[in-house]
């Protein structure tokens, strides 16, 4: 079945790029830093960016995983939230500086903080996690696929 699109059938019209994207977003599941905390990532990142199909997806994702309820319900809050572990909040600030992008790179205090929890290859599958995410998001809101 083929997806249908408001505006640009952009795997239509840049075939070898959408399978680039795919092929790094496969990449990355397939990564040593696991699929829940990759989700619960993506999901932070599409709060971010307001992709509510996104967020739908991998909040799915994340329940049927097991996820408790009270972290998916406090993640846009994880600052202040109890159920977040220094590892994960070290990647939800990376993956948010990384996001916006306010005034240039991610402040230095925020890639050091990932030091403690990540090895090097730990944080470049984080930095193309949240890269390809955001690519994702920014696909479905300025191409806007009708969705099911």
């Given amino acids: 079945m083929s997806q249908k699109f408001h505006r640009v059938d952009y795997p239509k019209h840049v075939p070898d790029a959408f399978r680039g994207l795919y092929a790094a977003s496969t990449a990355v599941h397939n990564g040593v830093l696991g699929k829940e905390f990759l989700e619960l990532i993506f999901l932070r990142v599409s709060q971010t960016n307001g992709r509510a199909f996104c967020m739908d997806m991998h909040g799915g994702a994340l329940r049927k995983a097991g996820v408790e309820p009270r ?15 220094a590892r994960e909040g070290a990647a939800l600030a990376w993956a948010e500086q990384l996001t916006t992008l306010p005034s240039g790179a991610p402040a230095d205090a925020t890639y050091e903080a990932l030091k403690d929890h990540f090895d090097e290859s730990g ?12 690519a994702w998001n920014r696909l479905g809101v300025g191409m806007q696929p009708i969705l099911p």
């Fill in 71 to 85: 972290k998916l319900d406090t993640l846009a809050g994880w600052r202040d939230s109890r159920f977040f572990d």
């Fill in 123 to 134: 944080i470049a599958e984080l930095t193309m996690a949240v890269a390809t995410i955001n």
